[in-house]
């Protein structure tokens, strides 16, 4: 099993940004792909980013060229850099890991993102 921990959430006025981390523990061998979901209040958790071994990205079409998701495999990092954020980002953000059959399996704790002002 992997453990996983998100930081770098907080509160963060519109327009603004912020970076999430997440760093893996365990079985990290084991790890594909990595990807962020956030669950906002009210709302079921939902995908915004995910990235596989290879480097290959997908994003939420409500996120898409305003996030962006990297990851430092010596780190056993997952990265995800926000920018002009939205209070409709508000969310409890999750990282989450999958192995060879891609279904994520692992998830953090999460991390509490606000944005308002």
């Known amino acids: 099993q992997v453990q996983l921990v998100e930081s770098g959430g907080g509160l963060v006025q519109p327009g603004g940004s912020l970076r999430l981390s997440c760093v893996a523990s365990g079985s990290i061998f084991t790890i594909n792909i990595m990807g962020w979901f956030r669950r906002a209040p009210g709302k079921q958790r939902d995908m915004v980013a995910r990235?596989?071994?290879?480097?290959?990205?997908n994003y939420a079409s409500s996120v898409k060229g305003r996030f962006t998701i990297s990851r430092d495999n010596a780190k056993n990092t997952v990265y995800l850099q926000m920018n002009s954020l939205k209070p409709e980002d508000t969310a409890v953000y999750y990282c989450?890991?999958?192995?060879?059959?891609?279904?994520?399996?692992?998830w953090g704790q999460g991390t509490q993102v606000t944005v308002s002002s």
């Open positions: 990235i596989t071994s290879g480097g290959s990205t």
């Open positions: 989450a890991t999958g192995d060879a059959d891609y279904t994520f399996d692992s």
